[in-house]
């Protein structure tokens, strides 16, 4: 089992971006996918989250309204489509997969990508 998330880069404020988590040997349409995203020095949050019935739910409420995620599942990847970046989105980008529903507490998810780096800065 292998998540692969991409899409990073360094943008400026208001800049939109797409990251994807890709999915190998997992089918990720009837799993809940979760971005959570971790900035220098600080503890790995939960950011978005949907589960196995597409429901959506943002657990930052600053990204409420400018980040969401989608599913495709012919192509077995999720995304997240942010949009308005600040500099406080700035942090390394996360997919990780657990079982039918959401959690904002990142013990509860046991597949891991590997991370993207998100940079917002003028």
């Known amino acids: 089992v292998q998540l692969q998330a991409s899409g990073g880069g360094l943008v400026q404020p208001g800049d939109s971006l797409r990251l994807s988590c890709a999915a190998s040997?997992?089918?990720?349409?009837?799993?809940?996918i979760g971005w959570f995203r971790q900035a220098p020095g600080k503890e790995r949050q939960g950011v978005i989250c949907i589960d196995d019935n597409d429901i959506t739910i943002s657990y930052v409420n600053s990204v409420k309204g400018r980040f969401t995620i989608s599913r495709d599942n012919a192509e077995n990847t999720v995304y997240l489509q942010m949009s308005s970046l600040q500099p406080e989105d700035t942090a390394v980008y996360f997919c990780?997969?657990?079982?039918?529903?959401?959690?904002?507490?990142?013990?509860?998810?046991?597949?891991w990508g590997q991370g993207t780096q998100v940079t917002v800065s003028s």
């Open positions: 990780a997969a657990r079982g039918y529903r959401c959690s904002r507490d990142r013990s509860a998810f046991n597949s």
């Open positions: 040997g997992l089918r990720l349409d009837n799993r809940a």
